[in-house]
Nanobody, 124 residues
Framework: QVQLVESGGGLVQAGGSLRLSCAAS????????MGWFRRSPGKEREFVAA????????AYGDSVKGRFTISRDNAKNTVYLQMNSLKPEDTAVYYC?????????????????WGQGTQVTVSS
């Protein structure tokens, strides 16, 4: 049984930082690209970041470039999202996702497994 469990969300003031973690189990971690998506009220799920197994290639959504950093620890089967300079518009439920293969995917439909999400709220 595949499980992706996010943690680290919470309430933070604008300009602050949070680090999200996603612990994966029930899958062969090296066979998956890992990504983060988010969904805010009234919007579709939005691509945030992704990283391949070797961590030599990463991708970011335009709205978070320069502020967020994705990384993964393959020995721990864990992917992270470091979020700096947070803005109120970053408020959303953040989802960890896993995609079979070696290529980064930018669409939520290309990912095979999803976590339950963790709430991030950024206040002014």
């Amino acid at each position: 049984q595949v499980q992706l469990v996010e943690s680290g969300g919470g309430l933070v003031q604008a300009g602050g930082s949070l680090r999200l973690s996603c612990a994966a189990s029930g899958l062969t971690f090296s066979n998956y690209v890992m990504g983060w998506f988010r969904r805010s009220p009234g919007k579709e799920r939005e691509f945030v970041a992704a990283v391949i197994w070797g961590a030599t290639s990463t991708a970011y959504g335009d709205s978070v470039k320069g502020r967020f950093t994705i990384s993964r620890d393959n020995a721990k089967n864990t992917v992270y999202l470091q979020m700096n300079s947070l803005k109120p518009e970053d408020t959303a439920v953040y989802y960890c996702a896993a995609k079979r293969g070696i290529r980064i995917g930018y669409s939520d439909v290309s990912y095979d497994y999803w976590g339950q999400g963790t709430q991030v709220t950024v206040s002014s």
